[in-house]
């Protein structure tokens, strides 16, 4: 079932989409490792989200190809859609919980879709996972209107974690919390990782997601991707990635994290 | 791919070892529960829990290790984890920081029970009391922004206004034309069925003329605008409720029943009484078709025993309807468009309540109007 450790688990080559007249990406490159957690930054607008919705089949490319587990998502039926995507999780930005359902139930919605299993089993593992996405006790028995935004985004990537995923795809998880919650969810995101070996494919706008959680760091600019180490990355003299890192929030992210500003001076401002 | 197991073993006396095998995974985790329900826990012994035969586990996995850790230590026993595989020690810690979990409670409509049900009623009927209220003061506060714009005729919108009355009473024109059409194919056939029994055959005209020009004319176009416009008004404006745009309008300085409801509410009193006409001339038309192909009336002899027929205000009445039935709909449009709360799902639940009860209202109207038509004897 695994597919060779050595082939990615998500590759992604030549990707372009178009929306009418507008191109959003160009030749979009990307390989993303078995256990890893990539994070994935641009500007507003420039396709990140559009690059996650066209990896898990959402959104057909003009061209271009992606492999999830060695498998041309592209040209599959939805039946073998349907058998791949049960090994991958989805946290949308607002969560996207059934609005009609509990947390429970949203939980238990894959679990009954794929297995035939006694319910009282199928209410203890949702009660697990609602106790591992840091949730109190008696979330599950809420309806999503009930739920503050951190917590629907919780109870989402509980339902995200429903099937044991191998992989995790996030959009903008820390989106519109507050800072406290928005640290929270970064370590659950990292313990999680860490007990369930899981790969996290991350779209976030949030600099101290990247540099809390993140193996590799992918930058849409130009329509195109570059990836590296966020080493590599403040080194890059791009100007939008050297404005996106060296701003004064980028500075202050990285300074959290590692205690050490990079060779800009604290008190020149960094072109805008 | 490689089963799973749980096999109890009585090693020595006062110990056991549960060896668990294979793949301790969400897809095997219904066999895996039903196993160790059916095993027969010790009491008050020493259990080993050998994992050494564990090839993956999940979370499912992990919480059925627990689970039966917990049940076998609430038993008595003294319980020992053995073999576990480092690289699954995390996610077993995790799983276990969460503790023992309770499931959630499904929740349960609460009128299963008699005393349920009778509260139900009593509910739903001081709530169709307080909406009742609610609606009459909704449309306190659209005459009063009417009586200010009286005042102020200058701040009509007229723009608004006009592209109001384009989108619920020009674009209703085919469909409205098409099904009055088809009412009046309908009518007259079946009329001509009945009626040639008796040789009346001729008075399938009375029959379509004070059939359509005194209620149904106006009641389809009514009905078909409460679907295609109040639905509308409802959806727009509860979408509008759900982005904050109304309040935006508020902290503007517009009144939103001004800016929003006056220019919907006019335009579809002016626009349906119109539809009516058209409603009754179409419907009529196809009555007309109707009856010179199954009977032989041709349209000379139709006219003419149409005129023979209808009283002078029986036309008058059905079009008198029109305005008021607007009114209803675009009232009833707007105010649930108002009560939607920040929701997707509240959107499309006040549509449908919207046209619910803006044909219900149209119709107990109608039958209001018959009553009051009757007590004047025309």
Sequence with gaps: MPNDPGEPIIRVRGLVNRFGAETVHDGVDLDVLRGEVIGIVGGSGSGKSVLLRTIIGLNRPVEGKVKVFGRDVLRMTDRQLRQLEHRWGVLFQDGALFSSLTVAQNIEIPIKEYYDMPLRLMDEISAVKVSMVGLPGDAGEKYPSQLSGGMRKRAGLARALALDPEIVFLDEPTAGLDPIAAGAFDELIRDLRASLGLTVFLVTHDLDSLFAICDRVAVLVDKKLRVGTLEELLKDNHPWIHSYFHGPRGRAAQYSETGVLTEQKTRSVAPM | MA????????????????????????????????????????????????????????????????????????????????????????????????????????????????????????????????????????????????????????????????????????????????????????????????????????????????????????????????????????????????????????????????????????????????????????????????????????????????????????????????????????????????????????????????????????????????????????
């Design chain 2, 3 to 378: 089963s799973v197991a749980a096999t109890l073993v009585e090693a020595e006396p006062g110990s056991v070892v549960l060896t668990a095998t294979g793949e301790w995974l969400v897809a095997k985790a219904a066999e895996l529960d039903r196993r160790l329900r059916a095993m027969q826990m010790p009491r008050d012994k020493r259990v080993i829990l050998d994992l050494s035969g564990i090839d993956r586990l999940d979370t499912a996995g992990a919480w059925l290790l627990l689970r039966t850790e917990h049940d076998l230590a609430t038993r008595g026993n003294a319980v020992e984890i053995r073999n576990l595989r480092p690289n699954f020690a995390p996610l077993l810690d995790q799983v276990r920081a969460g503790g023992m979990v309770v499931p959630a409670r499904h929740p349960r409509p609460a009128h299963h029970t008699i005393a349920g049900f009778i509260a139900r009623i009593g509910e739903v009927t001081l709530g169709l009391i307080a909406r009742a209220y609610s609606i009459l003061g909704f449309f306190g506060a659209v005459c009063e922004s009417a009586g200010a714009l009286l005042l102020r005729p200058r701040r009509l919108r007229i723009t608004a206004l006009v592209a109001q009355m384009e989108q619920t009473g020009v674009n209703a024109v085919p469909i409205v034309g098409l099904l009055s059409f088809l009412i009046g194919v309908v009518i007259a056939y079946q009329g001509a069925d009945q009626l040639r029994r008796f040789g009346a055959d001729i008075y399938t005209v009375n029959l379509l003329g004070v059939g359509i020009l005194r209620e149904l004319g106006v009641l389809m176009a009514a009905i078909i605008i409460a679907g295609r416009s109040g639905s509308a008004f409802t959806a727009q404006i509860g979408t509008m409720q759900v982005n904050e745009e109304i309040d935006a309008l508020r902290t503007i300085g517009l009144d939103p029943l001004e800016v929003l409801v006056l220019p919907r509410l006019f335009g579809l009193v002016l626009t349906l009484p119109m539809l009516t006409l058209w409603a009754d001339f179409v419907g009529l038309f196809g009555g007309c078709l109707m009856s010179w192909a199954s009977l032989g009336i041709d349209p000379p002899l139709f006219l003419q025993q149409l005129r023979a027929s209808l009283y002078p205000w029986t036309f008058w009445i059905g079009l008198i309807k029109a305005p008021t039935f607007a009114l209803i709909i675009g009232l009833i449009g707007c105010y649930e468009g108002f009560q939607v709360a920040r929701s997707a799902e509240s959107v499309g639940r006040q549509t449908t309540l919207s046209v619910v009860e803006a044909i219900f209202l149209v119709i107990v109207a109608d039958a209001g109007f018959s009553i009051f038509f009757s007590a004047l004897q025309i």
